[in-house]
């Protein structure tokens, strides 16, 4: 069943490069890109989170993420223990909240 559907997959693949049909869309020679941290969320989680990244409209988990990402980069680069306290309290509340969105887009999106 597999193989025979693969087949069929392949075919109609080479019959859409045959008629043109996969020529001009957007990313034509462009490697593709770098998805490997949806190798551990469910399919249809990834799908989602991409079609909301395409429409530029991202779930608050990442944009906490990428704040928490930049906080633990000036804890790396903070001078002096004031400010590596300041930097690692800051790293605590953006760890809090991103697992408080986490959760809650989970409870959302149902078992």
Do not use: H, W
């Not at 804890?75 to 959760?103: C, H, P, S, T, W």
Request: charged share 35%.
């Amino acid at each position: 069943m597999t193989q025979s559907f693969d087949r069929l997959v392949e075919r109609q693949i080479q019959k859409a490069i045959a008629e043109g049909k996969l020529r001009g869309l957007e990313g034509e020679g462009k490697p593709l890109p770098d998805r490997s941290g949806e190798a551990f969320i469910d399919m249809a989680t990834a799908v989602a989170v991409r079609i909301m990244a395409e429409a530029g409209v991202l779930p608050e988990e990442f944009k906490i993420k990428k704040l928490l990402e930049a906080a633990k980069q000036n804890y790396r680069e903070a001078e002096g223990e004031e400010a590596k306290r300041i930097a690692m309290a800051l790293i605590a509340d953006f760890e809090q909240r991103y697992n408080i969105a986490v959760e809650a887009r989970r409870r959302f999106m149902g078992p």
